[in-house]
């Protein structure tokens, strides 16, 4: 279909001073790693970014070390009042750095310009903000009197928001007076990097935060180690298990933000134009990769063929390519692997009977893409109802009462987040009430603040991330004593 | 001529209902002295499962209760407790071979357990959830929930009061229990069963074994429709195993403690989960 055609509007990535290659960032300074060295590429073009340093088990010795002595020698010796002047800093020189970062992160990720400048980079500098103010009044948390810190944190963090996910880990960690072993994903090490440029610029304590790059078995490397006090992981339920399995007994305290399967329920009496936006931002913003999206669209069936083909014609405007480009909604894919699970689980989903539709819309020659898609009259028992794809893909279900609504939203080990739209307050709270969901947006979805706690029941994982709910991650609090 | 007693047989406490073990397996219970005491029925992991399947059952009954109502439940355990005390006396002394007064002081240690957490269940969503004030037009409200099935191993050392100190936190906020007694000591919570079955607690909210735990507690780490394991009692076990093992479903999993545990908002915060509820609020 023809839409209003635009010029490419690019965003100009002059703005972004990278070097060649990154180190480590152990103690302070980048310094080589051991590992063999791996490049990061943009997923819209293939292209090199730059070569990153790999670390080893050598280098995650040096980093908790480092993290190790920073708490004993200087981080747990300064006063809250002055730990929160630090993180008021970082929150400072993130708005200050925050063209250069969106750039930075959509290059890397594949992001669309519009959500790295819009929301992911605004959220990095509220949560250090939002936190940097807890630091010194920590007594007033509720969580006992005179929690302490925990020690030095192993922090492993997903590909789908790089620095909003470092942010959601640095940010209380250093507040509750801990320091901080990173690790950021393979595909995305890149905004992680320019963050630590900033800590210097912060003149944060060297060894306070230390951020290693690499893969799996570096993340595993981090949280297996005998001196880390606390984990916490983003990112698959299966690692999350394996982490849980293999810190079991060690006494570190550990939380996981693991994957989730939304349910999106959509009410007769909803505001469909509202609804319509909702549904889109719910499994369309990020491409999908977001582990609260509302994948599983249960609308009320007298109101479904209208929902389905109204979701059609809106998806049928949305500009899918370039992430750099200004007008683009649908950026890449983050790497092939993950293109290849969504197109996998997709075509089960067409094979298991589901109805599939796509959007039309040019795919790029190089790069990792996948169009809009939906499946319709899925069935509950269908691996795209079940399974998180984490892509752009809805999977549309039907319900006629409150109570099958609440019962196929529930049947999931997931319980991340649910959306609930209807313009009928009462039947709202009542449906909230009964979701098994961390998480539930009404009349909106994908909102996040760092003042509003995030995380989930049953597989989705422990522990919060956010608010006052927040810091008792990363304190030591009565049940741990 | 004296009156021969007429003894009491000890069996599982499972959906409001007293079964013996489906295994018809039970194991002596022993006085101090070493003397007989009774048979009590030995659980079996078919026992453990009927439990969870009660618990489960029972689960969305008791969290919808108002936090008013399900305070004044506990309140009521610690009135029929009071009433019955001198059969706890007896018991808790004959068992674990103390005197008639520090059995006492244990039973009146329990019934405080109970008194201090029923005050809890109409405000501990109050002290532990909060409003928040994110940048936008929303309200937006943060209140914990009861986590679903626990299945609690209760301190091994201790009759009545350790089993009362892992129950009552776990139950206030509308969560059902799966718990394991103490091995050497079960006869007394065989006797709260028979105080909770004569309570308002509807059937299948507590669900008490008796029998091994170092048997049972692995089915209860890897049940998949178990949410947290409450490992309090489990000092003694191989318990980083029953935690490993949790971790397939992951479970929340509450690490063991040296005796009994003290009473506190935080072992009642352990076995909620928060849930966060934004709501748009319209331009006007």
Redesign the interface.
């Known amino acids: 279909m023809s839409f209003l055609e635009y010029a490419p509007a690019p965003e100009s990535t002059a703005i972004l001073n990278l070097k060649d290659s990154y180190g480590l960032f152990i103690n302070g300074d980048f310094v080589p790693g051991h590992g063999t060295p791996f490049e990061t590429i943009s997923p819209a073009t293939e292209k090199r970014i730059a070569t990153i340093a790999n670390a080893n088990e050598k280098d995650v010795d040096a980093a908790v070390a480092a993290a190790r002595r920073a708490y004993e020698k200087t981080w747990s010796k300064l006063s809250g009042a002055d730990r929160g002047k630090y993180l008021f800093r970082i929150a400072r020189l993130v708005q200050e750095r925050a063209r250069e970062l969106a750039v930075a992160e959509s290059l890397d990720n594949g992001k669309p310009i519009k959500e790295s400048r819009d929301v992911d980079i605004p959220l990095v500098a509220?949560w250090f903000f939002y936190y940097a103010g807890w630091a010194d009044k920590l007594d007033y948390a509720?969580l006992?009197a005179a929690p302490r810190a925990l020690g030095v944190a192993a922090q492993v963090i997903p590909w789908n928001f790089p620095l909003l996910m470092l942010a959601w880990k640095i940010a209380p960690a250093l507040a509750a007076g801990n320091t901080v072993v990173l690790k950021p994903a393979e595909t995305t090490p890149l905004s992680a990097l320019l963050f630590a440029e900033i800590l210097q610029q912060a003149e944060l304590p060297a060894g306070v935060v230390n951020i290693i790059t690499g893969a799996g078995d570096t993340g595993q490397a981090l949280v297996q180690h005998p001196d880390v006090n606390k984990v916490a992981f983003t990112g698959s339920?299966s690692v999350?298990?394996a982490i849980?399995?293999s810190t079991?007994?060690s006494?570190k305290k550990l939380t996981?933000e693991?994957g989730g399967k939304a349910a999106n329920i959509v009410f007769d009496d909803a505001p469909i134009d509202q609804a319509i936006e909702g549904i889109v931002n719910g499994i369309f913003f990020n491409q999908g990769h977001v582990c609260c999206a509302g994948s599983r669209l249960l609308v009320q069936e007298n109101i479904h063929d209208e929902v389905v083909d109204r979701l059609k014609q809106r998806l049928s405007t949305l500009r899918l390519g370039d992430p750099l480009d200004k007008n683009t909604d649908i950026g890449a894919i983050n790497s092939r692997e993950q293109l290849d699970r969504i197109r996998e689980l997709s075509d089960i989903g067409e094979a298991e009977g589901a109805e599939r539709w796509t959007a039309e819309c040019a795919i790029p020659e190089n790069g990792f893409w996948f169009a809009p898609t939906i499946f319709d009259n899925v069935s509950t028992s269908s691996r795209i109802a079940r399974e998180e794809v984490f892509g752009p893909v809805l999977s549309v279900l039907s319900f006629r009462t409150p109570a099958e609504a609440i019962a196929k939203a529930n049947n999931t080990?997931y319980?991340l987040s649910a959306g609930i739209w209807s313009d009928k307050?009462s039947k709202?709270?009542a449906v909230?009430d009964q979701?098994?969901?961390?998480?539930?947006?009404?009349?909106?979805f994908n909102?996040f603040?760092p003042?509003?706690?995030?995380?989930g029941?049953?597989?989705s994982?422990?522990g919060?991330e956010g608010?006052?709910?927040g810091l008792a991650a990363y304190l030591k609090?009565?049940?741990d004593a | 001529m004296t009156r021969l007693a007429v003894p009491k047989t000890y069996k599982l406490y499972i959906g409001g209902k007293f079964p013996r073990s489906e295994s018809g397996r039970t194991y002596e219970v022993v006085s101090s002295k070493g003397a007989f005491l009774a048979n009590a029925a030995k659980a079996s992991r078919k026992d453990a499962r009927d439990a969870v399947v009660a618990a489960r059952a029972a689960q969305a009954g008791w969290s919808s209760a108002t936090g008013y109502n399900r305070g004044q439940v506990l309140y009521r355990i610690a009135e029929l407790l009071e009433g019955r005390r001198a059969q706890f006396v007896e018991e808790i002394a004959a068992a674990e071979g103390v005197s008639a007064a520090a059995a006492s002081r244990q039973i009146d240690a329990a019934i405080d357990v109970w008194v201090w957490y029923a005050g809890w269940a109409d405000k501990y969503v109050q002290v532990a959830g909060n409003g928040n004030p994110v940048s936008g037009p929303y309200f937006n409200l943060s209140t914990p929930e009861p986590t679903g099935v626990v299945a609690s191993i209760a301190p091994q050392g201790s009759s009545l009061l350790g089993l009362v100190s892992v129950i009552a936190p776990v139950i206030l906020s509308g969560n059902t229990i799966v718990v394991i007694a103490s091995e050497p000591y079960p006869l007394s919570a065989i006797s709260l069963s028979e105080v909770l079955a004569t309570s308002d607690v509807p059937g299948g909210v507590i669900n008490i074994l008796t029998g091994s735990a170092a048997e049972i507690a692995p089915w209860l780490a890897s049940h998949a429709d178990v949410n947290a394991l409450d490992l309090t009692g489990a000092e003694a076990l191989e318990w980083i195993d029953l935690q490993i093992s949790a971790a397939d479903t992951l479970k929340r999993v509450l690490a063991p403690v040296s005796g009994v545990p003290a009473a506190t908002l935080d072992r009642i915060v352990a076995f909620t989960e928060t849930k966060t509820v934004w709501h748009t609020k319209s331009l006007i």
């Open positions: 509220a509720g006992g339920t999350g298990r849980a399995k079991a007994g006494g996981l693991l080990p319980g307050g709202i709270l909230a979701l098994k969901a961390g998480v539930i947006w009404a009349n909106t909102r603040d003042a509003s706690p995030f995380g029941y049953k597989e994982g422990y919060r608010g006052r709910h609090t009565g049940i």
